[in-house]
């Protein structure tokens, strides 16, 4: 490119070299749209509020088993399954399985509460794993 006396460029090698940015910056998002995977994580449609249980005798009974069927059955995933912590009342409790795990695999982590026999609500952490 040519500077003049004051060492500005003129109007065509601004273009030119505004074009040159831009056909770079194209080709890029190009290749960037065309290698992107298209897929939708199914753990993400999951309800949090859904995910209850409570402690009867230090044992987790889950209250999200009708949900969780309803839920794989109705989106058409192969199987789903559910592991629960509830962290100093009772190590990991599960899995709860619905279906099979044949297939892609998307996990989920969800803070959730539980309520005990004495009426308190105690926090909880679900991880979930919905296979399609």
């Known amino acids: 490119m040519r500077l003049d006396?004051?060492?500005?460029?003129?109007?065509?090698?601004?273009?030119?070299?505004?074009?040159?940015?831009?056909?770079?910056?194209?080709?890029?998002m190009g290749v960037l749209a065309t290698t992107t995977v298209d897929s939708s994580d199914p753990a993400g449609m999951?309800?949090?509020?859904?995910?209850?249980?409570?402690?009867?005798?230090?044992?987790?009974?889950?209250?999200?088993?009708?949900?969780?069927?309803?839920?794989?059955?109705?989106?058409?995933?192969e199987g789903a399954s559910v592991v629960v912590t509830v962290p100093g009342f009772c190590e990991e409790s599960g899995p709860y399985l619905v279906g099979t795990l044949d297939g892609s695999l998307f996990g989920r982590t969800i803070a959730g509460v539980v309520s005990d026999g004495y009426g308190?609500?105690?926090p909880a952490v679900y991880e979930v794993v919905v296979c399609v």
């Open 5 to 28: 006396r004051k060492g500005d460029m003129g109007f065509m090698e601004a273009m030119v070299a505004f074009m040159a940015v831009t056909i770079v910056l194209t080709g890029y």
């Open 120 to 122: 308190r609500t105690v």
């Open 46 to 77: 999951l309800d949090p509020d859904r995910f209850t249980g409570s402690l009867e005798d230090g044992v987790f009974v889950p209250g999200f088993m009708e949900y969780l069927e309803g839920f794989v059955w109705s989106n058409g995933y």
